[in-house]
Each structure stands twice: as C-alpha cells, then as structure tokens.
C-alpha cells in the first residue's frame, strides 16, 4: 500500500514522448512464489548500507563530492532502517541543490550528476534521483515532516518536468524503465493521474516492444541490476494494483532471461551482452540480486552500493522473488538459450549453458561495450571470461574512454551456435577505423590458470609467450569445462597477421591471459580499401575432455567461403550441419543461420527450441 503523503494535490504538465511499437502475443503467465532463507544476505546488506549510509553522513559534513543518485538512494535507506529523518532531509536537500531552477533553461529541472559538479552534464542523473526520491515518498513519506514534505513541490515538480521533457529511445532499457517507473510513482505521490498514467503508457510501450523483439539492452550484468531496480521498485509502491500486476509480469520476464543465461557454478550470467564494464570477468551489479534473491552465495553483497536498498527493501517488506518455475531454470540442465533484441533477423543471441561451461554469440553489432562471443567458465566470480574483443589500442581487455568507461572496437558478427558449438565471423572495414598508433588486434580472453594446448599438445605461458599458426586448435580447459577454438580466416589488411598467447601484469593480477591475433603492428597503417575479416569456429565441452573438443574442431571440416554476393561459412558438428551466410558487400547485411537446413530458432526468449517469453506476458492487466 502506498503510505498517504502530503505532496497529493499539485499538478505538472503532462507531455512526454514515448516510442511504442504494438505486438501482440498470447500464453500463460508465470506465477508463484519460493521461500527462501534469506538471512544472511538480509544481514550483509543491512550492513553495507548501514556503512555506506554513514559514509554519506560523513561526507556531507566535510563536503566531499557525492553522486546525486546516492543522496536519493541514501535517504532511502535512512528511512528504512528507523535512522534519524533529518539526516534523509539533508540528503535530499543536497541532491536538490544542484537543481537547475532558472526560469526558461533548457535544463530546468535537472539535476547535477555529482554535488561538486559546476553544471547539468548528465541528464540522467534526474530519473536516478527521482528514484530513490520516489522510494522516500511512497514507502516513508509519513516519517518526514509534513511541512518538510509540502516545501518540497516545486522541486518535485521541476524533477517530473525534466523527467517528462528528456524523452529516451524504448531501446535504451534500463533509463527507460527508470523513467517509466519514476513517474507513475511521483505522479501518484504528487495526486496528478495524468503524469501517473504517462509513466504507466511508457511501461506498457517497453512491454510492446520487448513482446515483439525481445530485451533491447540484454544480458547485461550492469545494467540488469537497473532494470530489477525500477520493476521491483514498482512492484513494491505503485499506487494501482494493476500496475503492481505488471510489473511484477515484466519481473517475471527478466527473471526469466537471467535464469536462461545464469551459469550457477561461476556466479554470474553467462553469454553474449550488450553493455558490458568488466570485459575480463564480465560480472557486475546483477550479482548482487542474485544473492538477494537466494541464488547464490559467494558474499558478492559485502561489496555492493546504495542501489541495495532496493534489495533490502525485498528481503525486509515482502517484494519481489521469482518463482520456483523461474529458479528452477537456473538450476535445471544444460540448455540452449535462443533470443532477440531486435527486429532484424541476423540479430540472434545465442546461449549453450552447462554445468562446467556456457559458450555464446550475438550476431549484429551492438557498440563498444558489447560482447558479442564469449565463453564462461565455472570458477570465483570475478575468474576471467574467454571473450573475444577487437582492440586498436594494444589492450586486451578494454581501454578507458573519456568516460571512464572500457571500450573496444566495434565489428558486427555474423554467428551461430547450438549444443556447445559456434561459427562466428567478423569483419571491419578498416576505413572506419581511423588512426591505429598502438595497431589493431582482436584478442581472446581467457583464464590464465587454465590448461592450455595446441593442436592437443600441453603448452605453458610459464616461461613466456607462446607462437601459433593461423589454423591451429587452442583448447581452454578451465572450472571443469573446456572451450576449443580455430581461426579458420583472418585477412591480411596491410601487414601478415600474428597470433601469441601472452598475458601482461595488470591482466595477470587480474587472472586473465589472452591470444593476440596482431593484423596491424603499432605504427603500421592498414591497406587502403581493405576489410579485415576474420572467421572462429567453436566447440565447448561440459566434461572438461580436450582431446574431443580439440577433435570435434578438427573434424568438423569448416568451409568459409567469399563470393561476389555473399560470405558463407560451413561446418560439421556432432549437432549437425551449420551455415552462417552474410553479405559479403554490406556489413551490416546478416542472414539467419540454419542447422541441417533448419532455419534458427528466433523468438524473443526461448530455451531448447520452446518459446518461454511469450507466455508470461498473457496474464497482463
């Protein structure tokens, strides 16, 4: 139940652009509930926060910088755990000061990312505000003073006009959710329908396109985190109960999707991602509702932030769980995962999940923080990843950006795999790449305390790099599986291409090694006019036996072919005859791939071949 709250009654305009695209779909809805013995993560978080919260405290006194987004988050917390409403009013207050009020800015309503910020420079930083805001106000507003509350409405006012006035792409997942859910909160709080049922359009428009093409922003162990933020958030306080319903309908979905690709025995989702922040180990905050919910247990949440609040709130008010159903996934057999996140066909993810192993593609090109083919392997959470990444700047595992973000370069990948074997190829048109001081490489992560071999023969990086040939067989065998791997094309852009395993002290300290596939030296430039493409062919391994995954490579007689229309590659598995076809003119031009003749599976969300999206959504409101 939302708690009455004094800011009812005040009124704010009522545009917003939403982008919506109608589908429709039919099944049955996922339901029921698991009990769970939460308390030891519902004692580690209660402590994080508790410290954390006082870590605020301290550095408002002093005037240290905070992000915005934590002054909401920390008023939350403040309040949930019975703490003194003075110290959630000055969070509050200090978020508020950096609010642009000038009449008639472009900016008029946001807020400054950081307290020590001179400027609006991330209009983002208003709907993750207004988040723990809206927490504040519909779970706890009844523990502020209620002339406190009151005073706040102009500020409250200009934040829903600046959430309003910043429209965002449905595909930009979790700022879309945030701000779907943001509004339909504070609109209840501040008694105006209209603003409510805006957010309540732009949740049903996210439902509309994610029924048709699947999770725009996928399996993404950040961002993950942000979209069971808002949902459960919504769970939890919408004002209308059928609202509640569908938001806990869109819980079921992503929960759905996180069980699909969920590798229990390396604590972290697995295959391919859209936006990724730890290119070596791939894991992030998403863990942590994983150990909120009961999934797993490797202490991740000693680590977290402020945004746990949202998973205390669950473990200590009844919010929500998924179901034994959805669990049960996660923990069930091997399976192949099959999803989209867009309309084009070539734009498949692929997921073979083991015990031991996951191997996984994602056909397309998302950016350049995706990871497009990647393995997992069972080990500590932060154990490396076998991930493949196209570099121009001669490190393996992501550059820092000018935001502080890592990147690479961004190929498009044609690929398919089924039952633990993949074709996957690349190409870069090497007149998009621009200057390349430092070379271009594409290199392949893996876990430097795996067993290595090549072309089944023991090799070692104890006593220093390690030299292949194009066409040789490397096998990873790690946490009981093993991947095995081929280059069966890499072209010549400029200078004849290299291949190393190597590792260097950062990534070393960090667990991780790769192979560097050198097509450009530092200095060197590339052909003029030319496409570096480069094509892998994959095999994983449940039981750990190098000797037939390092086999199935060797026999599956691979075939890559470049004709004057298309660019086709053949290979013969165990789990049959796979065909990747492509453009061989247009880069962006990938063609659903078929196995012995049988087009891929391509719904929303599937697994083993059954579509399991679909039917959760009929039971909406």
């Known amino acids: 139940m939302v708690l009455p709250n004094p800011l009812r009654g005040s009124h704010v305009p009522k545009a917003f652009a939403i982008a919506i695209i109608v589908a429709a779909c039919s099944g049955i809805c996922v339901a029921g509930a698991r009990a769970a013995d939460a308390g030891d993560a519902a004692s580690a978080v209660h402590k994080r926060l508790s410290d954390l919260d006082a870590d605020v405290q301290r550095r408002l006194a002093t005037g240290s910088t905070i992000d915005t987004r934590d002054l909401g988050n920390a008023a939350f917390t403040t309040l949930m755990h019975g703490g003194d409403p003075r110290d959630a009013q000055r969070d509050i207050d200090r978020a508020f000061e950096t609010q642009d009020l000038r009449p008639g800015s472009r900016t008029l309503g946001e807020l400054a990312w950081r307290t020590t910020d001179t400027g609006i420079t991330d209009l ?11 927490a504040v106000l519909s779970g706890y507003g009844d523990r502020l003073p209620r002339d406190y509350v009151a005073s706040l409405r102009p500020k409250v006012d200009a934040l829903v ?85 569908t938001c806990r309908i869109a819980l079921d979905y992503f929960w ?38 009961g999934w797993d247990a490797s202490s991740q949440l000693n680590n977290t932030n402020l945004q746990a609040a949202y998973i205390e709130d669950l473990l200590a008010n009844g919010g929500y769980r998924p179901p034994d159903a959805i669990r049960a996934i996660a923990f069930g057999p ?47 959470a932060k154990s490396s990843q076998l991930n493949v990444l196209l570099q121009k700047s001669g490190v393996a595992y992501g550059i820092q950006s000018a935001t502080v973000k890592p990147d690479h370069v961004s190929p498009t990948l044609g690929c398919l795999e089924h039952g633990g074997a993949a074709i996957a190829n690349f190409d870069v048109d090497m007149r998009l790449l621009g200057a390349t001081p430092h070379g271009f490489e594409t290199d392949v992560l893996f876990p430097i305390g795996a067993a290595l071999t090549v072309n089944g023969a023991p090799v070692s990086l104890a006593q220093g790099d ?62 003029p006019g030319s496409v570096m493409r480069e094509t892998f062919v994959m095999v994983a391994r449940d039981d750990g036996n190098t000797q037939a995954a390092t086999a199935a490579i060797a026999g599956a007689s ?64």
């Open 124 to 134: 983002n930083a208003a709907p993750f505000f207004g988040q723990g805001l809206a």
């Open 466 to 527: 390690v030299t292949l040939r194009i066409g040789d067989i490397l096998a990873v065998n790690s946490g009981g599986g093993v991947v095995a791997l081929r280059a069966i094309r890499i072209d010549d852009v400029g200078t004849l291409p290299t291949l190393t395993l190597t590792t260097d002290q950062k990534a070393s300290a960090r667990g991780a090694a790769w192979l560097r596939i050198q097509h450009l030296p530092p200095g060197e430039a590339a052909r």
């Open 334 to 380: 091997p399976r192949d995962v099959t999803s989209t996140y867009d309309a084009y066909p070539g734009h498949t993810r692929f997921n073979w999940v083991g015990h031991n192993v996951s191997l996984g593609c994602a056909g397309g090109s998302y950016g350049p923080q995706d990871k497009l083919l990647v393995a997992t392997f069972a080990g500590p």
């Open 256 to 293: 759905t999707d996180i069980a699909a690709n969920y590798l229990p025995a390396a604590h972290k989702l697995s295959g391919p991602s859209s936006r990724e922040y730890d290119f070596i180990s791939g894991n992030d905050a998403i863990a942590y509702w994983l150990e909120g919910v």
């Open 161 to 245: 006009q600046a959430i309003v006035n910043q429209p965002v792409l449905v595909t930009y997942t979790n700022i879309y959710l945030t701000r779907a859910v943001d509004l339909m909160l504070l609109g209840h709080n501040v008694g105006d329908p209209a603003i409510e049922s805006i957010g309540r359009d732009a949740l049903r428009g996210w439902i509309a396109e994610t029924r048709q093409n699947g999770i725009s922003e996928f399996d993404s162990a950040t961002y993950y985190a942000a979209d069971v933020e808002a949902l459960s958030e919504c769970y939890r306080f919408a004002g209308d109960p059928n609202d509640r319903k």
């Open 558 to 621: 691979a075939r890559d072919v470049i004709g004057p229309t298309d660019w086709q590659v053949d290979a013969q598995f165990p789990q049959g005859h796979f065909q990747l076809v492509r453009s061989s003119t247009k880069r962006g031009a990938i063609y659903l791939g078929s196995i012995d003749g049988r087009p891929a599976t391509r719904v929303p969300l599937a697994i083993n071949g059954r579509d399991v999206g679909s039917p959760i959504w009929e039971g909406l409101p």
